[in-house]
């Protein structure tokens, strides 16, 4: 008796607790799915009714979208991004190991100023990088943005991989200083080959910044050879007026790469997430 | 045996700490020394006004409705992307979610990957009033008296961006406090089943205290978040109508880039420097007592 009461409050908790978790998905899925659906239709059809489905859908929305720009939009941030990547991973890796492995004076001290790093915004300091680019002549270029990416970010970056670096034994090190290695040889033979994981961890969550940047972008960059996809998408809004249909299929392209990502890398999205956090 | 110190190998944090000195911290600095001059983006003229940046910031009509506007946003966004967050998280670890929990997660999170650009743009749509989803949902169940104009009042607008936030990041909270609550050791949960502790009894007495770093640090990076508001209304309603939707961040760049007075836009920056950097400080203190 005792036991069968306790097993259908069990499933009757279970139930509920199904039913709250499925509302939740609801709310998160339908402005996606409605959007998902709107850029399958005709304008008029949208205007009409907005939660209907579409007569036919119309899959050349999309393909509008991505040659009225998006493409090239697309392009940019590709270029942009890899470049950021490169000098975040390459600055961060090489502070990293200098601050862990070679004891250096000091090292406390440069550690706590680049740490610190972490806790300055990027609108803080918008005034005068605006004018630093400007009187640097960078301004409308691709460096106007890949610099400060890459300065904003080697803080979390050299957290994230120093945390990484200390856990290596000294052995390792040891053994290969006996062979006559370089510190340099042992960082790059050693340590970086070691580090591969939290390497692609500090890769995607740094992409994610990138690609998804806006403040800095919309400022620096005027050229739109040079826009990155969020700068794209408002551009583009100004371009399309009252083609909605055609811009909610350029939201829902711009949007695809990060969830794929995610999708096929999992765990080193989340455990680069989570070792440091900050938003937005 | 005392190894010496080899100069060169300075080579190996000069690049990284340079590239921080240059485009973070002398930005930073320059601006707390610009906040006091009146200056313009076209000519390097500058002239000194002490604390007239300030005084006029302060004293601005836009100024209580943009705090008021980021505390808003803040609050709401401690009780549901923190609280809720949680609560979602604890739901998700307990027993009785099984094989779908890393689903539910997944779907949860997936918003805070899109950007705020496309997030905003699209809740543009969401929220328009005649061909919107929302409306037309309304319309649909019957309900045509509820229709809004949504961003275009002057009262709902702020509130409409704080619900597209909450749709965004919650999930991102929750995943944050996931990890968290994995790695509370599976030996007290166990003692405390044996004890008999019901799963509410559970997430107060051992989940919670024993993530508590975790949720602090969640709380932190929100209230900071709260504060550097800039591109989800810069998207939406770019401060309107009116300056009903106005917050710090877009203030002090349309100061700068829109009406030219770059001095203001520094001063703000400095009272978002204040705020984000001391809120900085007590998460780095949590993080870091963490440690040893």
């Known amino acids: 008796m005792e036991n069968n009461h306790g097993k259908n409050k069990r499933i009757f908790m279970t139930i509920l607790v199904h039913l709250f978790l499925i509302i939740l998905v609801l709310i998160i899925v339908l402005p996606m799915c409605w959007l998902f659906l709107n850029s399958l239709k005709t304008n008029q059809e949208m205007f009409r009714d907005s939660i209907a489905l579409p007569a036919v859908p119309r899959f ?29 991973l390459l600055l961060s890796s090489l502070l990293a190991y200098g601050l862990t492995r070679l004891n250096l004076p000091g090292s406390g001290i440069f550690f706590i100023i680049v740490l610190g790093g972490m806790a300055l915004s990027e609108q ?61 040889q042992i960082f790059y033979r050693i340590v970086l080959p070691i ?42 809004q100004g371009d399309l007026k009252s083609d909605y249909v055609t811009m909610l299929a350029g939201i829902l392209i711009a949007s695809m790469p990060m969830v794929i990502m995610y999708l096929c890398m999992q765990k080193q999205f989340v455990r680069g997430l989570t070792s440091g956090a900050v938003k937005g | 045996m005392k190894k010496k110190v080899k100069w060169s190998n300075y080579l190996y944090i000069i690049p990284g700490l340079f590239m921080v000195l240059a485009f973070v911290y002398v930005p930073i600095i320059t601006n707390v020394v610009y906040s006091f001059f009146r200056l313009s983006s076209y000519s390097s003229s500058m002239k000194f006004v002490a604390l007239d940046n300030y005084r006029r910031l302060f004293t601005s009509d836009t100024f209580p409705v943009m705090i008021r506007n980021n505390i ?4 709401i966004s401690l009780i549901v992307q923190v609280g809720f967050g949680t609560v979602i998280a604890l739901v998700l670890e307990s027993k009785l979610v099984g094989r779908m929990n890393a689903f539910y997660r997944s779907v949860y999170f997936i918003p805070s990957l899109i950007s705020l650009t496309a997030v905003g743009l699209m809740f543009n749509f969401i929220y328009n009033p005649t061909a919107g989803m929302l409306n037309g949902f309304l319309k649909a169940i019957g309900q045509p008296g509820l229709q809004q104009i949504w961003l275009g009042d002057r009262k709902l607008a702020i509130f409409c961006i704080i619900a597209m936030s909450q749709w965004q990041y919650t999930g991102y909270i929750a995943m944050l406090m996931i990890v968290a609550f994995q790695n509370v050791s599976m030996d007290y949960i166990e003692a405390a089943i044996i004890d008999g502790a019901g799963p509410i009894r559970r997430a107060i007495s051992i989940y919670i205290p024993l993530a508590k770093e975790q949720l602090l640090v969640c709380s932190i990076i929100t209230v900071i978040g709260a504060f550097k508001l800039f591109t989800e209304v810069y998207t939406t309603t770019s401060g309107g109508p009116g300056d009903a ?28 420097f204040v705020i984000t950097v001391t809120l900085s400080i007590i998460q780095l203190r949590i993080t870091r007592s963490g440690q040893d």
């Not at chain 1, 697309?74 to 890899?82: G, H, N, R, W």
């Open chain 1, 60 to 88: 050349e929305n999309w393909i509008n979208a991505w040659n009225k720009g998006l493409y090239n939009y697309f392009l940019s941030s590709l270029i942009t991004s890899a470049m950021s990547i490169a000098g975040i």
């Open chain 1, 124 to 184: 803080v300091a918008l005034v005068p990088l605006f004018k630093m680019i400007q009187a640097l002549g960078l301004y409308n270029t691709r460096l106007a943005v890949v610099l400060p990416y890459i300065a904003f970010r080697i803080p979390f970056t050299m957290f994230l991989l120093r945390s990484y670096f200390l856990g290596i034994p000294k052995e390792l090190e040891e053994a290969a200083i006996l062979d006559g290695a370089t510190t340099l």
């Open chain 1, 195 to 236: 580090s591969r994981p939290v390497l692609a961890s500090a890769a995607i969550v740094n992409l994610n910044f990138v690609w998804n940047e806006f403040l800095f972008a919309n400022i620096f960059l005027e050229d739109r050879k040079l826009m990155t996809i969020p700068l794209g998408l408002m551009t583009f």
């Open chain 2, 72 to 75: 808003y946003y803040c609050v």
């Open chain 2, 245 to 272: 939707s106005q917050v710090l961040g877009l203030f002090l760049y349309q100061n700068a880039f829109l009406h030219d007075d770059m001095g203001m836009a520094a001063a703000t920056g400095v009272l978002i």
